[in-house]
DNA sequence: AAAAATATTATGTGCTTACATATTCAAGTC
DNA sequence: GACTTGAATATGTAAGCACATAATATTTTT
């Protein structure tokens, strides 16, 4: 008598996914019921939820309560990447970490960080720059709005000791992240900053942030030439 | 009597996220047990389960059997990325999809490509190069180099018509994808092709797909400037 | 026939119990 | 003292039940 081991919920997943992938069920179908996949597999039905739950964050399939669940018309390559502190980063890979506040001033809000913060209005707005350095080189200059409204406790750091991403990360949640990646070529200030030549092609790392709808920053990242953004996993 | 509704397990994670924001539990510090949590909230081992799971996945916290629950030292930025098939993306704007094969043929695997796809030794292997375009304009320029041991049926695939981006896609599972995005500027020729000039600086998203420890592909996409990617949410 | 009310249904959530698994810690053995 | 063995423990997984919720389908009403 072969002991039949119970099913794991990664192997229904796996069978579900085999079955998609093979063109059983094709992109657009319709699965079976939880309940009746977990007849099939002699399983529980929270074993099926917890295997479909896996499968529509994967972005493989997608789920409706009464509609079903079906298999997503376009398939997506779904990643999840890690963006550390920077300070961490640097220490991480065994270099020096360095940190230089550039400036910090008030400035009317310029309408395309209104826009991208979702402000109702122009108003006054923090602007910091700032130069990371990674063994004492240019490793990711940023130039960073803040919402002083949203978050008053910025205005008593000394931002030329610390990081205002830093201090954020580590004293100001946020409910909502919005990450934007592109490439530029180095402005000749920018390049001027990073001490590279004018024109290098550079990756951008976009991020803002709000507490509920409340906007706290919104930080352009400049990295050096070379930097890569890889996938965790 | 004021009807106690019952905690979701959103509110328990976001309790115990507020928790950790709030310095209740600093970096490093470890969080009681579920079972105690549990109790806690008066809410059930597994809720508190659930709740912990979105925080681990979230990056907030570490969970280790026996060693228990503790906040994460080096607080993350964790963001998804959907990489879609490009037709679609294209599509999905609401411009014209269009797509061109510039070359195909076999290759004694170049060092650096057999690295990244960590296959031990050089071999034979199958490179295509195409061209995707949004409106009759470039949009996309693949350069992918595939494995034939893998996927053998690659080599039946008439390639002029359809893109082995959306074949692999839609014919081979992975299990394992690796991805990488920087910026370089645009060589003499890649720019030709992009129809750009040369030294623009271009977002490259670079993609290693392997089936098990059986490399399937590399494959570097070129975007055109101005081409940006975005988080889910 | 159009609109509103109602029933149906598939997924979502929560509870409880039970057992699995990975670590840690301590006792016992050589 | 170094190594092995085993107990203790916290998280991981699964079952099975009950009810919540949202979307759809059906019926009733106007």
Redesign the interface.
């Known amino acids: 008598m072969t002991r039949e081991p119970r099913l794991s919920w990664k192997e229904v997943r796996d069978q579900i ?2 079955s998609i ?1 093979d063109r059983t069920y094709s992109p657009g179908d319709k699965l079976p019921r939880d309940a009746d996949i977990a007849d099939q597999f002699g399983c529980a039905r929270s074993t099926v939820q917890r295997a479909m739950r896996d499968l529509s964050d994967a ?1 493989l399939v997608e789920r409706k309560r009464k509609g079903g669940t079906r298999v997503r018309v ?12 920077t300070r ?1 980063e640097v220490e ?1 890979r065994g270099s020096v970490y360095g940190y230089h506040l550039i400036d910090r001033g008030f400035f009317k809000t310029p309408p395309e960080i209104a826009g991208k913060l979702e402000l109702p209005q122009a108003t006054e707005i923090l602007r910091v720059r700032a130069l990371h350095l990674a063994d004492h080189k240019p490793h990711i200059y940023e130039d960073r709005w803040i919402c002083p409204d949203t978050v008053p406790g910025i205005l008593e750091v000394d931002l030329s000791r610390e990081s205002a991403n830093e201090w954020l ?2 004293n100001k ?1 946020y409910t ?10 180095a402005t000749e200030d920018t390049a001027a900053t990073l001490d590279i030549k004018t ?6 790392i976009e ?1 803002t942030t709000w507490i509920g709808t409340a906007p706290i920053t919104l930080v352009k990242a400049y ?1 050096a ?9």
């Open positions: 996914k085999t992938l972005g376009d398939p997506v390559t779904r990643a999840t990447v890690d963006i550390p502190i961490r991480k990360v580590m949640p909502r992240c919005d990450l934007r990646f592109y490439a530029i070529s024109g290098s092609a550079l990756l951008v991020r990295t030439p070379g930097y890569e953004l890889l996938t965790s996993n």
